[in-house]
């Protein structure tokens, strides 16, 4: 293993360790729970831990981690030496609009003048509409009939 494969790999072993440290500390989430938010296996989070991985780590895999600890994906991309650029929409392809309520709550999540619990507050309800069950297609059409 060259030397820059292997400083990456300890690189993002440490952003993955302090993610985990920094979410048993704050919301005092075990591994599983971890797991359970990110929708990344325990086995495959303990593989980034330990640096254990022949292939880089799936984007999608890395970005469901980061977003399930309200972490910007930007820095793991950094540990592990990508070009954030590479991955985004491109050339004459123009990023899909963002829903005017989201964009008002990415404000607020960069609001020097919220406050930290505000953001955590933001941030908990986002996990919970992001990883309720859907209700099933009938049932939203009987909800939106009555009335």
């Given at each position: ?25 704050t919301r005092a989430w075990s591994g599983t729970e971890v797991s359970r938010r990110t929708g ?29 600890l309200g972490l910007n994906p930007a820095a793991a991309f950094a540990a592990l030496g990508w070009?954030r650029a590479a991955s985004g929409p491109r050339p004459g392809q123009a990023a899909p609009p ?50």
């Amino acid at each position: 293993m060259t030397e820059t494969a292997n400083a990456r790999k300890i690189a993002f072993a440490t952003f993955v360790r302090r993610a985990l440290d920094e979410a048993r500390a704050t919301r005092a989430w075990s591994g599983t729970e971890v797991s359970r938010r990110t929708g990344v296996s325990r086995q495959t989070i303990n593989r980034w831990v330990r640096g254990d991985w022949a292939s880089d780590p799936e984007a999608e895999r890395v970005v469901a981690f980061c977003e399930g600890l309200g972490l910007n994906p930007a820095a793991a991309f950094a540990a592990l030496g990508w070009d954030r650029a590479a991955s985004g929409p491109r050339p004459g392809q123009a990023a899909p609009p963002m829903d005017p309520d989201v964009e008002a709550l990415l404000r607020r999540l960069v609001d020097p003048q919220v406050s930290d619990a505000e953001k955590f507050h933001i941030r908990e309800t986002i996990r919970y509409l992001a990883y309720r069950p859907t209700l099933p297609v009938d049932v939203r059409k009987r909800g939106n009939q009555a009335g």
